[in-house]
């Protein structure tokens, strides 16, 4: 009798239902017992076999099931909905043993290395031959070597690197050595975005905040506060550029031109009104002495400037010292006049007092003589 594939299917089906409850269930009262190995092939071809093996060579005693003859060996389910493939350490609700899954690769003469898959009643777990990955599903928290993972990914061990996929020597790694944190980065910048941007130009060691385009080796785009500095011995000033570059000082002549004197210091130095005044976000409150950049700007416009951030307007306090120089030396120019002036006074009026003391001695002698003629 000669059975068709569609028949010969149905038969392979009602004996893989009696097969399989035994060999997963271990039931010695099945409707089908079978003693040794069985062997299912594919019909009308020797390729495509499925073994179920009772004892194997090497290791007897141990279930397999052998896919021969075949570069794909799916599990497959009805698709009529989500399928379930479960591995259990013993069919029943009350377990003692963890079921592992081990996935082995390429070995010469031993069981080689494997990817293992297993879950302890709590959590999941991941295992290679020289770590595991721990997935903690209460708290979504993710471990590698770590068994007791405390954040939502905890790694133990002194490197953790992240690669770009299309070029492995540009990457960011975070390295420990017990005692520091480093954090390195190979063949390109870092960017850091949190609603803003920080950036670390690594091929010029500048460093960006607020701007993913450093020029300077701390290029800031904002205002940037320094909450607590020391006291301390000082070498030069500081200034701020026309670009927003902070530099010294400087005041070298080769960096300069057309240097001409101040005109009329002593005027504008005299026009200028110093004032006391308080803060209005101070909540201290404290009185303090300076100038007001709108009257200084009508006097002295050069060394008033306008903030291109919010609009307000500030003093070069430092160049009005330049003004106040010149000023003092106008007016001292004024005093030596002055003295001079005085100085000649004293003398005409000497001359005169001595003049005017001859001319009384005149008077007297004249006197005398006009007396003693009566």
């Avoid at 594919?42 to 005693?61: A, H, Q, Y």
């Avoid at 909450?227 to 200034?239: E, K, M």
């Amino acid at each position: 009798m000669k059975h068709t594939p569609a028949l010969q299917e149905k038969y392979l089906t009602v004996l893989l239902s009696l097969l399989f409850p035994l060999l997963l269930f271990g039931q010695p009262d099945v409707k089908m017992h079978v003693e040794g190995s069985l062997q299912l092939d594919k019909v009308g071809s020797p390729l495509g076999r499925l073994i179920l093996n009772t004892v194997s060579p090497e290791d007897p005693g141990r279930y397999g099931i052998l896919f021969s003859n075949n570069t794909l060996a799916p599990f497959l389910g009805d698709d009529i909905g989500d399928q379930s493939f479960n591995f259990y350490s013993k069919w029943g609700k009350d377990r003692t043993f963890d079921a592992v899954v081990n996935i082995h690769g390429k070995a010469n003469d031993t069981w080689g290395n494997a990817l293992s898959l297993s879950h302890d009643g709590n959590n999941g777990k991941i295992s290679t031959d020289v770590g595991h990955i721990v997935l903690d599903p209460a708290n979504s928290n993710v471990g590698i070597n770590m068994a007791d993972p405390s954040t939502k990914l905890h790694v133990a061990g002194d490197k953790l690197r992240l690669s770009s996929p299309a070029d492995t020597n540009k990457y960011i790694q975070f390295r420990t050595d017990g005692n520091a944190l480093d954090l390195d980065v190979s063949g390109g910048d870092l960017y850091v975005n949190v609603g803003n941007v920080l950036a670390l130009g690594l091929g010029s060691t500048q460093v960006g905040v607020g701007t993913d385009a450093p020029t300077e080796e701390l290029d800031v785009d904002g205002n940037m506060r320094i909450r607590s500095v020391g006291s301390g011995a000082f070498q030069s000033g500081l200034s701020l550029s026309s670009n927003g570059v902070l530099t010294t000082q400087t005041s070298d002549r080769r960096l300069k031109e057309n240097i001409s004197g101040i005109d009329q210091p002593l005027p504008k130095a005299l026009a200028l009104r110093g004032v006391t005044y308080q803060w209005k976000n101070d909540a201290k409150k404290e009185s303090r002495i300076g100038l007001i950049a709108q009257e200084v700007e009508e006097i002295l416009p050069e060394v008033v400037f306008t903030n291109s951030t919010d609009g307000y307007k500030g003093v070069r306090y430092q160049e009005i010292v330049a003004l106040l120089i010149e000023a003092l030396k106008e007016q001292d120019i004024s005093i030596d006049k002055l003295k001079m002036d005085i100085h000649s006074n004293r003398q005409e009026n000497e001359q005169l007092k001595a003049r005017l003391n001859k001319i009384e001695g005149q008077l007297g002698d004249l006197s005398v003589a006009k007396y003693q003629y009566r």
